[in-house]
């Protein structure tokens, strides 16, 4: 089956420093990734989508200076989050999916991020 | 705008059947899907329907109805490890995702 990992699992910085966070899919090729955050019972909320090698389009209400994204192959993306803050802290899921494959996107085991 | 409405906890017993609802409102509707999430872990996929009617997997059962807005996940012969959270989420727009706010489910011996 397809997988995604995410790299870190987990990280914990001070505040004001910048996380980079890696999403790849290890046995296909992800023609679009999309990035989600996850605050503690609560439901994943959409960022961002991702396409290879263009400018990835961002959600209403989501800073693109402050979450920036990069996906520089067909199986790599990345998220950097820029100056973080404690409310940034939150798990990150990144999700692929494949080409004709829209309806069923595979999801990174997460990464959850603690900023002090 | 999106708008998904599902209950946001329900228990059940073991070997016990259980139905999911989720009611949405949405633009450029392609299909609904379900994911299970377990505490921790990420989203796993357990359904998508894009047409009217049941799509049987196993244990879960998926339903949609287009024109009322409306899909259900049926769970039969419920385990201890269904314990967990289940998410609806409406493809639209093509390819994006917008997740409900889940439905807990306690699974009691």
């Known amino acids: 089956g397809a997988v995604v990992s995410q790299h870190p699992s987990w990280v914990i910085c001070k505040s004001g420093t910048s996380v980079k966070i890696e999403c790849r899919s290890l046995?296909?090729?992800?023609?679009?990734m999309f990035w989600y955050r996850q605050f503690p019972k609560q439901s994943l909320m959409l960022m961002a989508t991702?396409?290879?090698?263009?400018?990835?389009?961002?959600e209403q209400g989501v800073e693109k200076d402050k979450f920036l994204i990069n996906h520089a192959s067909l199986t790599l993306s990345t998220l950097t989050v820029t100056s973080a803050h404690p409310e940034d802290s939150s798990f990150y899921i990144c999700?692929?999916?494949?080409?004709?494959?829209?309806?069923?996107?595979?999801f990174g085991p997460g990464t959850r991020l603690l900023v002090l | 705008g999106q708008s998904l409405e599902q209950p946001s906890e329900v228990t059940a017993v073991e070997g016990a059947i259980v139905q999911i609802n989720c009611t949405y409102q949405?633009?450029?509707?392609?299909?609904l899907s379900w994911y299970q999430q377990h505490d921790g872990g990420a989203p796993t996929f357990l359904s998508y329907?894009?047409?009217?009617g049941l799509e049987e997997t196993g244990r879960f059962s998926s339903f949609l109805s287009r024109s009322d807005s409306y899909g259900y996940l049926l769970l039969q012969e419920l385990q201890m490890k269904d314990s967990a959270s289940y998410f609806c989420?409406?493809?639209?727009?093509?390819?994006?995702?917008?997740f409900g706010s889940g439905t807990k489910l306690n699974v009691k011996p």
């Open positions: 999700s692929a999916n494949m080409a004709g494959g829209q309806e069923t996107q595979y």
């Open positions: 046995d296909f090729q992800a023609t679009t």
């Open positions: 991702s396409n290879e090698g263009s400018k990835a389009t961002y």
């Open positions: 949405t633009s450029g509707f392609y299909g």
């Open positions: 329907n894009a047409l009217d």
């Open positions: 989420a409406v493809l639209y727009n093509f390819n994006k995702f917008y």
